[in-house]
């Protein structure tokens, strides 16, 4: 910093363009990240293929073979323990 001629205040020495810079990201609001509501911690990022391979073939199982069998004990408000034997398998 030099002093300014016959005064007492110093004089500062910047670039233009720097303190352009620091200004407009000063006022540049920071981008705000989405939340994804149908994957909240980010997990099927954190999966392998063979991870995803897994998780697929048990859903599509479920899916498939045990809920049928689900809605039906539900309906008749019964307890079927082969649900749990056919989840087991």
């Not at 479920?62 to 056919?86: T, V």
């Amino acid at each position: 910093m030099a002093k300014a001629k016959g005064g007492r205040f110093p004089i500062a020495r910047t670039n233009l363009r720097t303190t352009v810079a620091k200004t407009q990201r000063m006022t540049t609001p920071a981008k705000k990240p989405t939340f994804r509501w149908e994957d909240p911690f980010l997990l099927e990022d954190q999966l392998t293929e063979e991870e995803r391979m897994v998780r697929d073939s048990a859903r599509d199982y479920c899916q498939g073979q045990l809920m049928p069998g689900i809605i039906e004990a539900n309906r008749h408000e019964k307890f079927d323990r082969g649900i749990l034997s056919g989840f087991g398998s």
